[in-house]
T-cell receptor, first 116, second 112 residues
Framework: DSGVTQTPKHLITATGQRVTLRCSPR?????VYWYQQSLDQGLQFLIQ???????AKGNILERFSAQQFPDLHSELNLSSLELGDSALYFC???????????????FGNGTRLTVT | LAKTTQPISMDSYEGQEVNITCSHN???????ITWYQQFPSQGPRFIIQ???TKVTNEVASLFIPADRKSSTLSLPRVSLSDTAVYYC?????????????FGAGTRLFVKA
């Protein structure tokens, strides 16, 4: 158990809808990262937050947004959903601002989003 | 950007030692090299991390040459349960933040 909790585990919705994915980082971790993994694809970095502030952006679509709350949990909002958004969405956390030595990424088990 | 290159896939047999090499020619001075393991439908799991020379833990060894432009993950005596995707990750420092880039990974298939 990595200590990172993601809810829900599964989500099925229709095109055009909006969903919110939730992540609770490991106790003591200040950084939260979001990744997208489509079927048989690698992990695509979306966005990182550190102690409530956005720190880095990757290949995140404008239809997607995220935030980190004062209690350090994070939410990823996906809107105007398309079929191609179907994927596993992983959250990871780390102690420091960057996943440096002795501060690796710890991943949750993901939310599987299916858009029909 | 510190881009990584790994073999797409590898096959092995139970009990063999497996070495997976990752190239990272543009690694920055402050970057560490980290390897992760991912089973289907699970989040990646940290395996080992290093900066230079050799690091060993209860799971694997990591060999990093002096120029740090590559690294090799060594899995001793693999078993069927080691079948997974292995990612080499090199930290990429960006202005105002830290961007973590995973490569395509190496799909290891261990046969009986």
């Amino acid at each position: 158990d990595s200590g990172v909790t993601q809810t829900p585990k599964h989500l099925i919705t229709a095109t055009g809808q909006r969903v919110t994915l939730r992540c609770s980082p490991r106790s003591g971790d200040l950084s939260v990262y979001w990744y997208q993994q489509s079927l048989d694809q690698g992990l695509q970095f979306l966005i990182q937050y550190y102690n409530g502030e956005e720190r880095a952006k990757g290949n995140i679509l404008e239809r997607f947004s995220a935030q980190q709350f004062p209690d350090l949990h994070s939410e990823l909002n996906l809107s105007s959903l398309e079929l191609g958004d179907s994927a596993l969405y992983f959250c990871a956390s780390s102690v420091r601002q960057d996943p440096s030595y002795n501060s690796p990424l710890h991943f949750g088990n993901g939310t599987r989003l299916t858009v029909t | 950007l510190a881009k990584t290159t790994q073999p797409i896939s590898m096959d092995s047999y139970e009990g063999q030692e497996v070495n997976i090499t990752c190239s990272h020619n543009n690694i920055a001075t402050n970057d560490y090299i980290t390897w992760y393991q991912q089973f289907p439908s699970q989040g990646p799991r940290f395996i080992i991390q290093g900066y230079k020379t050799k690091v060993t833990n209860e799971v694997a060894s990591l060999f990093i040459p002096a120029d740090r432009k590559s690294s090799t993950l060594s899995l001793p005596r693999v078993s069927l349960s080691d079948t997974a995707v292995y990612y080499c990750l090199v930290g990429d420092l960006m202005k105002g933040g830290f961007k973590t880039i995973f490569g395509a990974g190496t799909r290891l298939f261990v046969k009986a």
